[in-house]
Nanobody, 125 residues
Framework: VQLQASGGGLVQAGGSLRLSCAAS????????IGWFRQAPGKEREGVSY????????YYLGSVKGRFTISRDNGKNAVYLRMNNLELEDTAVYYC???????????????????WGQGTLVTVSS
């Protein structure tokens, strides 16, 4: 059972990246997914969440309008499209999975059962 986050990299401010979270060994179909990030010297924060149905979404205020979370249960993957990146978006990004009813998201890290290893996003000026 594993989650694999990928897609991070170095990008200039204003640029875009798409992060992917792929599962192996289990199906994401019944799991709410969260994207979290942790910048150096800062606490981990929830960036975006999506319910297993895809109908319930949440975005951190500072990324609303710039980031889009989506999922493709057929590909057993969840994505985070990040546009207009800012220096403050620099962090290690983690995806996590929490088994929840179809339209329910999980908003605290302790609710998540599985975590990916993280992918580094660096935004330069």
């Amino acid at each position: 059972v594993q989650l694999q986050a990928s897609g991070g990299g170095l990008v200039q401010a204003g640029g875009s990246l798409r992060l992917s979270c792929a599962a192996s060994g289990f199906s994401l179909e019944n799991y709410a997914i969260g994207w979290f990030r942790q910048a150096p010297g800062k606490e981990r924060e929830g960036v975006s969440y999506i319910s297993s149905s895809g109908r319930t979404l949440y975005y951190l205020g500072s990324v609303k309008g710039r980031f889009t979370i989506s999922r493709d249960n057929g590909k057993n993957a969840v994505y985070l499209r990040m546009n207009n990146l800012e220096l403050e978006d620099t962090a290690v990004y983690y995806c996590a999975a929490a088994r929840r009813p179809a339209d329910t998201i999980a908003q605290v890290p302790d609710a998540y059962e599985y975590w990916g290893q993280g992918t580094l996003v660096t935004v330069s000026s």
